[in-house]
């Protein structure tokens, strides 16, 4: 006999039914990919962690009302986006000030080590506007579709993508080394 392995859709179905084991298994496999989406909005890891626990409980108490089990990444990810923007709206702008101290380098050529790289991708995220870092995370880390994009954020595709397009151009500046920025010599 061959076992295929439970798809996600089977695992909502038996979870709005109120199978909660099938509900466990949901979260095992999207606990981390939500957790990561939040650490990058808020930048703080402990209120990612409480955030993602809102956001898991939230979930759970609303997942009869999802209508589509193929919509349900987008439908998360929704919640997620609106816990994280209820606690970025609650904090001090002060709060907000990069915390990182970590200076951008003068060059990032070739010699990098991949945590300097990491660093530098963090601090280059930071500068971006927290609509234009959600639109990298959302696309480049979490993978999302356009359209599915349009949904978390609730806004139209074409603010999706420019916002997205825009951040890529503003990061591909501030990532690339000094002789590629075009400085004559």
């Not at 101290?101 to 300097?116: D, F, K, Q, R």
Request: with cysteine.
């Amino acid at each position: 006999m061959i076992f295929r392995e439970v798809e996600d859709r089977d695992l909502i179905l038996k979870a709005q039914r109120g199978d909660v084991d099938a509900y466990n298994l949901l979260v095992s496999r999207w606990e981390k990919r939500v957790f990561n989406y939040l650490l990058r909005l808020v930048r703080n890891r402990e209120d990612a962690l409480d955030l993602c626990q809102d956001v898991l409980l939230k979930v759970y108490q609303n997942l009869r009302k999802l209508e589509d089990p193929a919509r349900f990444a987008p439908w998360m990810y929704r919640i997620a986006h609106n816990e994280a923007y209820s606690l970025l709206r609650k904090k001090k702008p002060e709060d907000d000030l990069e915390t990182s101290g970590y200076e951008m380098p003068n060059s990032m050529g070739g010699g990098m080590l991949p945590v300097e790289t990491a660093l530098a991708v963090d601090a280059a995220l930071r500068r971006l506007t927290e609509e234009q870092r959600e639109a990298v995370v959302l696309k480049v880390y979490q993978g999302f579709k356009f359209e599915e994009m349009s949904e978390i954020l609730g806004c139209p595709l074409s603010t999706v993508k420019s916002r997205l397009y825009t951040a890529l151009e503003l990061l591909k500046d501030t990532l690339a080394p000094v002789g590629i920025r075009g400085s004559a010599s």
